[in-house]
């Protein structure tokens, strides 16, 4: 019976099936919408895989349709240690569980730096040892943006086209927002740099990402980085404790 897994974030839901080698398949992504539309189009399955930092109307409402989907349900959440990862926070709790499981994608990578642009800019160090060395959370561009416009509503919150320097009040909007992200990931990777005695391998992840790739150095494009962490999760789960048997008709969630 197969395994599905889950990511629910601030705006999407993504998911895929786990592959037989511990891996993600194709990517399916949902929007989310003003009522429950979004729901209809969840696959079945025997086990799901579920990360959120999502809203908790929204977590539970996607944990009350996967329960007349799948038997077994496994809510995730962030550990101190998992299959060689270390992370830096004192109390996993506040260490978002999308995060952790970037983090543990990379684990095998040497040393890289995690950006991810979604609702937050969020930045995350990892070493060769699997050492989390901490990070950088940030409002992301287009929060940059919301938050100047809610503020100053003559001021748009959205057009206008990155320049070094801008011509005109739209494209200076894009220019600082865009800019102030890119500075953070610029200044981030020298000080990864000093940190380690060498330049980490840069990932990046998430829906705004986009419009920073063209000026960012050389990286890697991982949008599916979450499923990914949610893979190596479940082989490391499932080989330390193989799941018991649900009985029949009454879906179990567990929390890890």
């Known amino acids: 019976m197969s395994t599905w897994l889950f990511d629910l974030g601030n705006t999407r839901l993504k998911f ?12 399916h992504a949902l929007a989310h919408d003003d009522g429950e539309r979004w729901l209809d189009g969840l696959p079945r399955g025997a086990t799901a ?10 977590r539970v409402a996607l944990l009350d349709a996967l329960c007349t989907r799948f038997t077994r349900l496994h809510l995730v959440r962030t550990q101190p240690r ?10 996993p709790r506040h260490l978002g ?34 050492l989390h060395r901490g990070g950088r ?23 206008g086209s990155y320049a070094e320097f801008a011509d005109d009040t739209d494209h200076a909007l894009a220019s600082g927002c865009e800019g102030a992200a890119l500075a953070l990931v610029e200044r ?33 494009w991982v949008p599916d980085v979450v499923l990914r962490g949610l893979a190596r999760w479940q082989a490391h789960a499932f080989a330390a404790a193989p799941p018991r048997p649900a009985p029949a008709g009454d879906p179990l969630t567990l929390h890890a």
């Open 97 to 130: 569980v999308d995060r952790f499981l970037a983090l543990l994608a990379a684990r095998d990578a040497g040393d890289v730096l995690l950006v991810g642009v979604g609702t937050a800019l969020t930045i995350d160090l990892l070493d060769a040892d699997g």
């Open 137 to 159: 959370i940030a409002p992301s561009p287009m929060l940059m943006r919301k938050a100047l416009h809610a503020r100053a509503p003559v001021l748009p919150d959205t057009g």
């Open 49 to 58: 895989c579920i990360a959120s930092v999502a809203a908790g109307e929204r």
């Open 188 to 220: 981030s990777l020298d000080r990864a740099q000093r940190l380690l005695g060498a330049a980490p391998a840069l990932w990046l992840h998430g829906g705004g990402a986009d419009a920073l790739r063209e000026r960012l150095p050389p990286h890697l």
């Open 16 to 27: 895929a099936e786990l592959r037989d080698h511990a891996a993600p398949g194709e990517t």
């Open 82 to 91: 998992c299959a060689g990862l270390r992370i830096a926070y004192a109390d």
